[in-house]
């Protein structure tokens, strides 16, 4: 055998925090969903109002007729009973307002999110990172100054207002990207072409979306940066006769990687809230737009099931970020 | 050499001017027309969902008894023909005979007898059909309505998307309450309508395509429609500008209505909304505290400036509307009490009330809003109120079902409203003012109204067969609604419908485009 006994201790500790955290996982979602369910029944009125809102009105028998048929009836306890064990098997429910299982409604929508979202974060990563560098390496440059205004703007700026922008001059003055959704169902034709028109769509979005994103990154990798600069070992590195290049991009960026990893996986959860006013400005069909108007509508499985998912995203997230942290610096994870 | 060039740009532009003439004279068969909704849709079957965003896929997935022309005359559509009996209690429908469903199975009696079993047990407009017992299905193509009462109202309740005819042998297996959640009302819809369903996907678009066997021949000349949900107004408008979408309804936001009415290549309208009949009005809680008092709401109409709402929030896209029946509707009556602004009066009126100026104030009310789109209307009303010594407080709710909460249990002084008429005023309107609906869930009688001159008047409209009467009993009411103020009524909601140059024949009839549109076309 490879490992020592020292390493297999290690590797079943780490295996135990791990199923430990799963299980606070599970408990956290539990308690997120009673808390949901209850504030949701605490609030004034419910689903039969927005749908009588929908039908342009509808008398009180009607509404008594909705509320019996979503078992909105029942006192609270016999509701939330029966909705935490629907969960507890997987069944996410029934859409009031949308009549359709709530698990299709979200697997229906999350492609379209995870597509903007990841693209959005991982250009902001790169570029966000790039910039960085740059900057750092020369504070008092153009560049920096560049990268400071641009941070600025993308952090302060409102989403809605960046993406109504970016629609009037790349959609209306400068027609080269569509206004709104995901594709052009009028276009025929092969793979490729339905690749290119989504990424057509998609430009504008990430845009919009990355510019948040980038700001973070760059301001963060920047300061990390010039810290990493400024360390004993850069000054060691330098004084035995590597360029700076070498400098910078073997020694300091892999160091000044970790706070900028750390934060993308925080951003992670971001997957719901970031992308809800993005989604709605450019009507991009994804899960952002659904909780928006399930809140607005009231449609209690659908919320819950949304936070059900987004919980599962930001756990995955969390553990990827792990796992990206451990590859950039071995001393994570380790214990001591 | 000047002259000539101008000469012949002249007559270039006359040809052009002319060949256009032409195009629009005769409808060009093919294309897809690119037209979008403002919200999601809930269920696309018509039948038991009623609003105005399943409206427009509903009207051409099924078809409808009748269907109404420009001046408020109904015209046959799956009815060739139909019959009232002198005394109004039944009405026969004679079915065209060669009309099929999407799956090809033919649209039969029965499966107008079942469509209203389904609406009656299934919409919420209860009095469209309430008064009929029965259907009748002597043979296939015929079907006699039976009622308790005559029920002028059912001509309008037959056409646009209020009575869809829906299969029976899709729908009809299970039980009659259950049709509003059937699987099929989303999915392989069988449509008696001019155009079958492709595909929906919620949130995204839905798509119709052609129905080859429709039952008007030549019709409708679209091949396809695609409808996109874009819920953003501005970026909708955006998409008018760049030619992304041909035609739009429902667009009602003041300023985008102004901007696009300066694009070339764009027609924006308000006609299409007659039957629909939207308003916007000022509700007022008659059942409490200085709002009980009819001069106390006098003087709050005469104190808040309709021309500052129809030409500052409104900018002019919205036209006067004085009573709580759509303008455009042929029972509308305008010659009422206007309630221009009169600052002099409504504080005469107070004073007469016994609310003389204590401190600064008369008296302290609230006022509700249950969405944002109003808020402009309710912070002025509050500024107009204070010309007068009114204090008014504003009572912001986190969503509607706060503020259809607050509605249903008459917790309000005043509050900003918008209610449909519906075609007929039976339908959208009686529920208002009618003393026995006091109150029962939103855009009910929420304001406590009662008058039993105005009951009666009501009830007398509801069965009165001759239009003339009809319209005289309406007249009646709407100056006695005018004089009382129970809602002061201030102006119709701003819709417009949006369409570019290439198309021919957009829907802008009474109903808009809960109608079918088998007769649009796309110019090149």
């Known amino acids: 055998m490879r490992f020592s006994d ?24 539990m308690a997120v969903l009673v808390l949901n369910f209850s504030m949701m029944h605490l609030a004034p009125g419910d689903v039969a109002d927005t749908i009588s809102q929908s039908m342009g009105g509808a008398d009180q028998e009607i509404l008594d007729q909705i509320r019996a048929d979503y078992g909105l009836d029942q006192p609270f306890l016999v509701q939330l009973g029966r909705y935490m064990g629907n969960v507890l098997q997987f069944d996410l429910g029934y859409s009031f307002f949308y009549n359709a299982p709530v698990t299709d409604l979200i697997l229906q929508r999350l492609p379209a999110t995870l597509l903007l979202v990841f693209t959005a974060q991982i250009l902001a990563l790169f570029i966000g990172v790039v910039l960085g560098v ?9 560049a920096s100054h560049f990268v400071t205004i641009l941070a600025l703007f993308g952090y302060s700026a409102p989403v809605f207002w960046t993406g109504i922008l970016l629609l009037i001059g790349f959609s209306l003055k400068i027609q080269i990207f569509p206004v709104a959704g995901m594709q052009d169902v009028t276009i025929e034709g092969g793979f490729w072409v339905h690749f290119l028109d989504i990424a057509r769509h998609l430009v504008l979005p990430v845009i919009t979306l990355g510019s948040i994103f980038l700001a973070l990154y760059s301001r963060l990798s920047r300061a990390t940066m010039m810290e990493v600069l400024g360390s004993d070992y850069v000054r060691t590195a330098k004084a035995k006769g590597l ?8 020694h300091a960026l892999k160091n000044s990687l970790s706070p900028v990893i750390t934060l993308a996986g925080l951003q992670f959860s971001a997957v719901i809230s970031g992308a809800v006013l993005v989604e709605a400005v450019f009507s991009w069909p994804g899960l952002g737009t659904l909780a928006f108007q399930s809140i607005i509508a009231r449609d209690t499985p659908t919320i819950l099931g949304i936070l059900f998912f987004s919980a599962l995203v930001v756990i995955v997230g969390n553990l990827l970020t792990d796992l990206a942290l451990r590859l950039v610096d071995p001393r994570v994870g380790g214990k001591g | 050499m000047n002259k000539i060039l101008k000469g012949l740009a002249l007559a270039a532009a006359v040809t052009t001017s002319l060949t256009g003439f032409a195009q629009a004279e005769e409808p060009k068969q093919g294309g897809t027309l690119i037209t979008v909704l403002g919200s999601n849709v809930r269920n696309l079957n018509s039948a038991v969902q009623s609003g105005i965003v399943t409206g427009f896929p509903g009207a051409q997935l099924f078809a409808s008894p009748l269907r109404y022309d420009e001046d408020w005359t109904p015209q046959p559509y799956l009815a060739q023909s139909w019959e009232i009996s002198d005394d109004g209690l039944t009405v026969t429908l004679n079915l065209v005979t060669n009309a099929k469903f999407h ?44 009622l308790s009462k005559p029920h002028p109202a059912l001509m309008l309740a037959m056409s646009g998307q209020l009575m869809s005819i829906i299969p029976k042998h899709i729908y009809g297996d299970g039980a009659i309450g259950d049709v509003k959640t059937h699987p099929r009302n989303n999915e392989n819809v069988v449509g008696s309508g001019p155009f079958k369903l492709t595909e929906f996907k919620n949130g995204e678009h839905v798509i119709l395509e052609r129905f080859d066997d429709f039952f008007i021949d030549g019709r409708p000349y679209l091949d396809r429609i695609v409808m996109r ?19 739009g309804a429902f667009e009602s936001l003041p300023r985008i209505i102004n901007r696009l009415k300066k694009v070339e290549g764009l027609t924006v309208t308000p006609d299409g909304y007659g039957a629909i009949g939207p308003l916007d009005w000022l509700a007022m809680n008659t059942t409490k505290g200085p709002l009980a008092d009819v001069r106390v709401r006098k003087a709050i109409a005469y104190a808040v400036d309709k021309n500052f709402i129809l030409n500052a929030l409104m900018q002019g896209t919205a036209s006067d509307s004085r009573t709580g029946i759509h303008p455009d509707s042929p029972f509308y009556s305008g010659d009422v009490e206007a309630y221009d602004l009169d600052l002099e009066k409504a504080a005469a009126l107070l004073d007469e009330a016994g609310y003389p100026v204590k401190d600064g104030s008369r008296m302290s009310l609230t006022i509700d809003f249950g969405w944002p789109g109003v808020k402009p209307q309710v912070e002025y009303v509050k500024a107009a109120l204070k010309k007068v ?36 005023p039976v339908i959208g309107v009686h529920r208002t003012y009618d003393s ?29 067969s001759d239009p003339v009467k009809r319209t005289a009993l309406y007249a009646e009411f709407q100056q006695i609604i005018a004089d009382e103020v129970p809602v002061y009524h201030t102006n119709t909601i701003p819709y417009h419908t949006v369409y570019s140059d290439k198309v021919g024949n957009p829907p802008l009839g009474i109903w808009g485009t809960s109608t079918p549109i088998d007769m649009t076309y796309l110019k090149e």
């Open chain 2, 103 to 146: 799956d090809g199975t033919p649209i039969t009696s029965e499966d107008v007898a079942f469509s209203v079993e389904v609406i009656k047990e299934n919409h919420p407009f209860k009095s469209m059909f309430a008064p009929v017992e029965s259907v009748s299905t002597p043979d296939a193509h015929t079907a006699v309505l039976n």
């Open chain 2, 229 to 247: 949900i874009i819920t953003d107004p501005a970026a909708r408008a955006i998409a008018y500008e760049n030619g992304e979408l041909h035609m």
């Open chain 1, 134 to 142: 740059i900057s750092a390496r020369k504070p008092n440059g153009i």
């Open chain 2, 389 to 424: 010594d009114i204090d008014v407080e504003v009572r912001a709710s986190a969503d509607f079902p706060t503020w259809a909460k607050r509605m249903g249990e008459m917790d309000f002084d005043l509050s900003w409203d918008t209610v449909f008429n519906w075609g007929d």
């Open chain 2, 436 to 464: 026995s609906n006091i109150a029962k869930g939103v855009w009910s009688n929420t304001q406590g109204y009662s008058n039993a001159r105005v009951d009666e008047l009501m009830a007398m409209a509801a069965v009165e």
């Open chain 1, 6 to 29: 020292h390493k297999k201790t290690q590797i079943v500790a780490s295996l135990q925090s791990f199923l430990m955290r799963c299980l606070y996982a599970v408990i956290m979602l």
């Open chain 1, 243 to 250: 360029s700076q290049n070498q400098v910078v991009y073997k």
